[in-house]
């Protein structure tokens, strides 16, 4: 049983668009991480939300925790080719193990 | 820091042969990831050991999968016999867990691609 569902599961757009990522549980986290995976290489965390409702902003990227602690979304203002990747979420359970997301693999076009 | 350091990066085997995957940890990390990841199921965590330990060995697949850390510097993953099936990047990741205040960053290795035949 997938506990965290992503979507879209695959998004292609132009250098400059603008773009949003979800992330999205029917179980309540006590905190969610992004991941992004660029290919040939192992995921690298962006960033931890802890507190429902909390918005994160890292350079262009937004990240926000539902208020509810269930979801989570990513926005990208005016992505980048270097923004190109696989994009994941991962909630904790039980002590220090993660459960991924099902992923969104995000193409930037220049 | 050289960060989690995975050997090999590639291998490639014929069904049936035994294939060992290795890992060296962050030094200073007292908690050990083995994952899977395929497109099919994603990334899935196999088995974690905190200080050494197994902790949670619940998403080893079968019998032909084992785990070893025999010190807080090296830990591998062992298929015997191999399958086509097993064909995937599997990822060694390593983190600093203090015992409370839920997981901390995991770092990943780049992965070993392994293809079996």
């Known amino acids: 049983t997938q506990l965290l569902e992503q979507s879209p599961q695959f998004l292609s757009i132009q250098e400059g668009e603008n773009l949003t990522v979800y992330c999205n549980s029917s179980?309540?986290?006590?905190?969610l991480q992004w991941y992004r995976q660029e290919p040939g290489e192992g995921p690298v965390l962006l960033v931890t939300?802890?507190?429902?409702?909390e918005v994160k902003k890292l350079k262009r990227l937004t990240f926000q925790f539902g208020d509810a602690r269930k979801d989570s979304s990513l926005h990208i203002t005016a992505a980048q080719p270097g923004d190109t990747g696989l994009y994941l979420c991962?909630?904790?359970?039980?002590?220090?193990?993660?459960?991924f997301g099902t992923g969104t693999r995000l193409q930037v076009f220049p | 820091d050289a960060g989690v350091i995975q050997s090999p990066r590639h291998e490639v085997t014929e069904m049936g042969q035994e294939v060992t995957l290795r890992c060296k940890p962050i030094?200073?990390?007292?908690?050990l990831f083995w994952y899977r990841q395929t497109m099919m199921r994603g990334l899935e965590l196999l088995i974690y050991?905190?200080?050494?330990?197994?902790?949670?060995d619940s998403g080893m697949p079968e019998d032909r999968f084992s785990a070893k850390m025999p010190n807080a510097s090296f830990s591998t993953l062992k298929i015997q016999p191999s399958e086509p099936r097993d064909s995937a990047v599997y990822f060694c990741?390593?983190?600093?867990?203090?015992?409370?205040?839920?997981?901390?960053?995991?770092?990943f290795g780049p992965g070993t691609r392994l293809l079996v035949l």
């Open positions: 939300v802890v507190t429902g409702g």
């Open positions: 991962a909630g904790p359970r039980n002590t220090d193990k993660l459960i």
């Open positions: 050991f905190n200080n050494n330990v197994p902790i949670d």
């Open positions: 030094s200073g990390h007292n908690s």
């Open positions: 990741a390593s983190s600093f867990w203090g015992g409370e205040g839920g997981p901390k960053t995991q770092y």
């Open positions: 179980s309540v986290f006590s905190s």
